[in-house]
């Protein structure tokens, strides 16, 4: 599980999803590059629920902090690299014009 932090740091975590209880285990920050496990927060567990099909809901207790996290879901054909397709890189791209 990919987490963006509000300070811009990518951080990457063990996440163990119970689609029967519809909860989400998360535990165990790990280092991308050695895929070695870091020293983190403790285990925490979160419901989940679907209000909609547009939108996912997380609630529980993270690093021992209530939580809630309201998702909801992106229209994946707005995204520039399925929109345009791949591209390598070009002195004059499309976002230097």
Do not use: C
Not at 63 to 79: E, H
């Amino acid at each position: 599980m990919t987490v963006l932090t509000m300070d811009d740091l990518m951080r990457y975590h063990y996440a163990d999803i119970d689609m029967g209880k519809s909860v989400v285990t998360i535990s165990g920050e790990r280092d991308l590059h050695s895929n070695q496990e870091k020293e983190s927060l403790p285990k925490s567990v979160l419901a989940f629920s679907r209000p909609d099909p547009n939108h996912l809901e997380l609630r529980g207790n993270l690093a021992n902090q209530p939580v809630v996290i309201n998702m909801r879901k992106v229209d994946t054909s707005k995204f520039t690299l399925v929109s345009r397709g791949f591209h390598w890189v070009q002195e004059d791209g499309a976002f230097y014009r």
